[in-house]
């Protein structure tokens, strides 16, 4: 038992797995009885609690106030601060309550903040069994030490990171660390130093779960500096990326912005000196051209767009933790995807069985018994095949775990490899319960991995004795003499044999041997001589981790929709390889693993990752190293996982996309979706709806643009005509501010167009607004300032007073854009249809909302008082549709000519 002070004040890291068990326990100061009470509370002080440490987080203040960092909101608090100088108090309180509803909006949003290190702190296990002071004692993970001694056994998850000390035949499932879908085998044996985490069998580490067997471990990292820690410490150190649509609204404002001060410069100098407006006049005349230009609707548009997407993909199974992913998705060029689990069903299933004499195909998915046998594509009976039927029963009988079915779905208790061999019986018809009734088992040899065999004794009611062997196939050739053909034991022929396990291999199976050996006298314990030679061979079983069926038509999808599809995984080359054939990703010849990464610069990593599509024995670090080597190929990465192993590249992906079932909550904290269905087509539903809603925010802005432009059109016509300005500052902000939140979020509302996933994906580098769409806004913009020019100063002329010019002024572009709100939902496509006017419930809904606002925005006593406005009568009214409708078929006059242009290109 190890005493205080007997170990140096700190173990240095190393490379535990590389070292004998006897160093490692030197190296920490500890021997196989553990710590002693006062060593292990010293060491609790030196090295901490086994936990990761809480990351430092922003407050609410600090979000709140970062939330006014934008380019557009300066302006319009500059705007704010000099009518408040002139002392226009009601202009002062709009604008700054228009700012304050974006920054309530923003704040909310950014209110699901990220969780993703904690969620890998709740993956360390609550309890621990050690010896402490030579006795077994039971106490909370957070309480172990290096150089404490822990007792694992089935079904526990490793507390902290170990090396094995004692095994007792031990498989430690690490899918969730390594992506191997497979319990590993564990031994005490150390390997090379450059040994990757799925290949270090001498390692136990924290977070992975015990399955099968018993074994003693030293501690030999806790919390941060653990597999799991250094993971959470990567994932701390990603720096997360801006969405495209992100970056082309900074590009954007920026360029508004110059814009808008440039025409308020050179505008408030015109004034000044060509028309003699005093500086007061001229200061509110700006203000009133910034408040008009400014698009102060569009980020809160923006955002109500991405959640209404964000609720329709919920709807088809696919959840966002973070609304600019909507949009990304419409632009994902490359989706990197972990094979267990995501691809596949992280469910071992027999495919194919050799015997002598056949080879059968299996069909079926996963554990439930549903699916049958054939050969060469025909469908066989298994009770008119003896030879078949006896393997099938040496697998179940040669077998520890049990499947059960509760609520419809199959469960199993187990290994994964057993479990397989239960369902192909059942498929065959056998009943597991009465096979074991009638050759009950009466001794066991388990597996071990130093004879890699596992063998079982049987009796039956007639008085024959007999056991059946399982395991790697080289070792269990070893042991035959014979093989069974046509019900006989006949001499084997080892050449073909092997043949078939390379057959079986290429093709990225699992394959094991299964075997029988009579005997005479019935014995009544196993004994290792007894079986190591003269067995019967009954033949092989291939065995994988099936595709899922939805994934194959998903990765069909996304190859129509442009985008590559690449698997990265943990599993070896061949079975990655294979399962990439059966998926269609890749040439089904090319797979590149984790060593060869390893010897890659980042210049070759590149061009790796730009051909191949399967990359095997991936390590954390190379799946981050391959989504970064993508990334600077110009693509935009989404990358799937469920696995602890894969939260750093969700990560740094522009879309980070976890499965929601069988997913760790680091990889759902991680992405920015969680699948709620871990089904992989759920991804394609994702970029449909990515794709229409970045559609829908190209509309909205189509839409809100114009009228901006409008409104600032209509007070620089004035200044260069030297006339009064037909709308007012605070009367712009009432038009801004009503038809954003009505007309322009029911564009939001709109369908996808039927070609939406037969277009290749967006170019991130393409500008938010088009030649096109620039051209678009021009017009329209022009068509509502000539219209609420001239109604204006027809309303003079008339002799109406200012108050009622300017409300005519203000109606007209309310109702301009009602009617343009129609063109608007198609950008090509025509509106003269019954869809296309009556298509979107959102649109009516909103029109008759905005009508009703009006109404009272012209006739309502105090909306006169804070507006400025005043009554205006029928004909006033029939005015305003007429120059409306004539909007209307003038940009419906553009499209047809645009459209007929398209169609001779």
């Not at 226009?88 to 920054?103: E, K, P, R, Y």
């Not at 957070?142 to 902290?160: N, Q, R």
């Not at 808008?260 to 051209?289: E, H, K, P, Q």
Request: glycine share 8%; aromatic share 6%; proline share 4%.
């Amino acid at each position: 038992m190890q005493q205080a002070g007997d170990m140096p004040n700190k173990v240095a890291p190393r490379l535990w797995h590389a070292l004998p068990a006897e160093e490692t326990l030197t190296a920490v100061g500890a021997d196989l009885h553990g710590l002693s009470e006062a060593e292990a509370r010293e060491r609790l002080a030196s090295y901490g609690p086994n936990r990761l440490p809480p990351p430092q987080r922003r407050g609410p203040l600090a979000r709140f106030v970062l939330q006014f960092h934008n380019v557009l909101i300066y302006v319009l608090l500059a705007a704010a601060a000099v009518t408040a100088a002139l002392g226009h108090w009601i202009d002062t309180g709009v604008i700054v309550a228009v700012v304050l509803i974006n920054a309530v909006i923003g704040f909310v949003q950014e209110g699901k903040a990220e969780r993703a290190i904690e969620a890998i702190r709740s993956m360390l296990s609550l309890h621990a069994l050690v010896l402490r002071d030579g006795r077994r004692r039971e106490i909370p993970a957070d309480e172990l030490v290096p150089g404490d001694v822990v007792l694992l056994a089935s079904g526990d998850k490793v507390p902290a990171d170990l090396r094995l000390i004692e095994v007792r035949t031990l498989r430690v499932e690490e899918a969730a660390l390594t992506g191997e879908s497979v319990p590993v085998e564990k031994s005490l044996r150390p390997v090379a130093e450059a040994a990757t985490i799925g290949d270090r069998a001498c390692m136990a580490y924290s977070g992975t779960l015990i399955t099968y067997g018993q074994a003693k471990g030293v501690v030999v990292a806790t919390g941060a500096r653990t597999e799991i820690g250094r993971i959470s410490g990567m994932l701390h150190e990603v720096v997360e990326l801006a969405t495209p649509l992100t970056r082309r609204m900074e590009e954007f404002a920026r360029w508004l912005t110059a814009a808008i001060l440039g025409s308020a410069a050179v505008t408030f100098a015109f004034g000044l000196l060509a028309r003699d407006y005093t500086a007061a006049d001229m200061f509110l005349a700006v203000v009133g051209l910034a408040v008009a230009a400014i698009p102060e609707g569009l980020p809160a548009i923006m955002t109500i767009t991405l959640a209404i997407g964000v609720q329709r993909m919920a709807r088809r199974n696919a959840i966002i933790r973070r609304l600019p992913a909507v949009e990304t998705l419409g632009s994902v060029t490359v989706i990197c995807s972990d094979k267990t689990g995501t691809l596949t069903r992280n469910e071992m299933m027999v495919s194919r069985v050799v015997t002598a004499d056949a080879s059968y195909s299996v069909s079926g998915a996963g554990y439930a018994p549903e699916g049958g046998f054939s050969i060469a594509g025909d469908s066989v009976l298994v009770a008119e095949h003896a030879d078949l039927v006896e393997l099938v029963r040496a697998g179940l009988l040669c077998n520890d775990a049990v499947l059960t079915e509760r609520k419809g779905a199959w469960h199993l208790e187990g290994d994964p490899t057993e479990g397989a061999l239960v369902t192909l019986a059942l498929k065959a018809g056998l009943d597991p319960a009465f096979e074991q009734r009638s050759s009950p088992r009466t001794d066991v040899i388990p597996f071990e991995s130093e004879h890699r065999f596992m063998a079982t004794l049987h009796h039956d009611h007639a008085g024959h004795a007999y056991s059946y062997v399982k395991g790697a196939p080289e070792r269990v050739l070893e042991m035959c003499s014979f093989e069974r053909r046509g019900g006989e034991a006949r001499p084997i022929d080892p050449h073909s044999w092997r043949a078939a396990v390379d057959r079986l291999a290429a093709e990225g199976q699992r394959v094991l041997a299964l075997a029988l050996r009579p005997f005479e006298a019935p014995p009544l314990e196993l004994r290792f001589g007894e079986i190591e030679q003269g067995l019967v061979l009954l033949g092989m079983v291939g065995m994988i981790d099936p595709p899922r069926v939805e994934a194959i038509a998903a990765v069909a999808d996304c190859r129509q929709a442009g985008i590559r599809v690449k698997m990265i995984t943990g599993d070896h080359v061949v079975t990655g390889r294979a399962v990439g054939r059966m998926l269609g990703i890749g040439d089904g010849t090319r797979a590149l693993g984790g060593a060869e990464i390893e010897q890659l610069d980042s210049a070759a990593l590149r061009r790796a990752a730009r051909d191949i599509d399967v990359f095997a024995r991936a390590s954390p670090e190379h799946k981050l190293r391959l989504v970064e080597a993508l990334q600077a190929e110009g693509a935009i990465v989404a990358m799937t996982g469920d696995g602890v192993n894969d939260a750093p590249a969700l990560k740094r992906a522009e879309v980070g996309v976890a499965m929601g079932v069988k997913g760790t909550e680091a990889a759902k904290e991680a992405a920015e979706m969680v699948l709620a269905d871990d089904n992989f087509a759920s991804i394609a539903h994702a970029v449909e709806e990515g794709r229409t809603v970045y559609d829908n925010l190209k509309k909205a802005i189509l839409f809100i643009l114009p009228t901006n432009g409008g409104e600032a059109g209509v007070i620089i016509t004035a200044i260069l005509l030297g006339m009064a300005l037909p709308i007012t500052a605070v009367q712009i902000l009432w038009v801004n501010m009503i038809t954003a939140v009505t007309l322009a979020l029911a564009i939001a509302f709109e369908p996808a167009e039927s070609n939406v996933m037969r277009r290749p994906p967006r170019d991130p580098r393409e500008p938010l607004l088009s030649g096109f769409l620039v051209w678009r806004i021009v017009l329209v913009s022009l068509l509502l300032v000539a219209a609420s020019f001239g109604l204006f100063i027809w309303e003079l002329e008339r002799g109406a007073s200012i108050e009622s010019a300017r409300t005519v002024a203000v109606n007209m572009l309310v109702a301009g854009e009602i009617f343009y709100l129609f063109n608007s939902r198609h950008i090509y496509e025509s509106a003269l249809s019954a869809e296309g006017l009556l298509g979107n419930r959102m649109v009516l809904s909103a029109v008759g909302i905005l009508v009703v606002f009006q109404a009272m925005f012209t006739y309502v006593p105090i909306a006169h008082r804070l507006f400025g406005t005043d009554a205006i009568d029928a004909a006033a009214w029939l005015r305003i549709i007429l120059c409306a409708t004539a909007i209307f078929f003038v940009v419906e006059g553009e499209k047809w000519l645009l459209r007929r242009r398209l169609a001779h290109v």
